[in-house]
């Protein structure tokens, strides 16, 4: 079964950068959409940045410029560069892939933390 592995959430100061990796392991499709959510508490989760397979990409308005998504296709990996990062960036950060049949698999979360 498909399974998504997170990693490099931690805490940083604003201005500071932050990358996150998610790795995807099982049976996916060979064409899909990859991506970062993100959830604050009391808020609801809101889309980040996603990617196809050939690197098209789509970002929040409030993350545009600041931060970047790639795709490393062979590895079934996806990476959030994160720059700039600003205290309203704090959350729990998810990566998601939805596969080609409609099927959506979601990683555990990382906790970003943005404070001085």
């Known amino acids: 079964q498909v399974q998504l592995v997170e990693s490099g959430g931690g805490v940083v100061q604003p201005g500071g950068s932050l990358r996150l990796s998610c790795a995807a392991s099982g049976s996916i499709s060979r064409f899909n959409v990859m991506g970062w959510y993100r959830q604050a508490p009391g808020k609801q989760r809101e889309l980040v940045a996603t990617a196809t397979t050939r690197s098209i990409t789509n970002y929040s308005r409030s993350v545009k410029g600041r931060f970047t998504i790639s795709r490393d296709n062979a590895k079934n990996a996806v990476y959030l560069q994160m720059n700039s990062l600003k205290p309203e960036d704090t959350a729990v950060y998810y990566c998601?892939?939805?596969?080609?049949?409609?099927?959506?698999?979601w990683g555990q979360g990382t906790q970003v933390t943005v404070s001085s």
């Open positions: 998601n892939l939805i596969d080609s049949d409609s099927s959506a698999y």
